[in-house]
């Protein structure tokens, strides 16, 4: 069976950090390109990060870029998403995802999704 769990998230204060973690099934993780995107209420899903197979290769969404850093450990099979400087307008549920390429940024041409976990950052 097919899974991403994530884990990580929670309230934390304007400025904060967080470390967002994803455990992948092998057979997903050693295949496909991890990301992060992010659903705020009454927002459309948006691409927040993605790493390459071999971790060698990264991309962010403008709004995160110099705050955010994606990784994956291979071994562990886990994707992670350290969070800093964070800000009220992070607030969303965070979803972990598998897919092809780390240049994609459209949600709907992901293969597979985690559950979600959520983050709060407050003023």
């Known amino acids: 069976q097919v899974q991403l769990v994530e884990s990580g998230g929670g309230l934390v204060q304007t400025g904060g950090s967080l470390r967002l973690s994803c455990a992948a099934s092998e057979r997903i993780f050693s295949n496909y390109v991890m990301a992060w995107f992010r659903q705020a209420p009454g927002k459309e899903r948006e691409f927040v990060a993605a790493?390459?197979?071999?971790?060698?290769?990264?991309n962010y969404a403008d709004s995160v870029k110099g705050r955010f850093f994606i990784s994956r450990d291979n071994a562990k099979t886990t994707v992670y998403l350290q969070m800093n400087s964070l800000k009220p307008e992070d607030t969303a549920v965070y979803y972990c995802?598998?897919?092809?390429?780390?240049?994609?940024?459209?949600?709907?041409?992901?293969?597979?999704w985690g559950q979600g976990t959520q983050v709060t950052v407050s003023s």
């Open positions: 790493v390459s197979r071999t971790g060698g290769f990264t």
């Open positions: 995802a598998a897919g092809g390429r780390v240049t994609i940024t459209t949600p709907r041409l992901y293969d597979y």
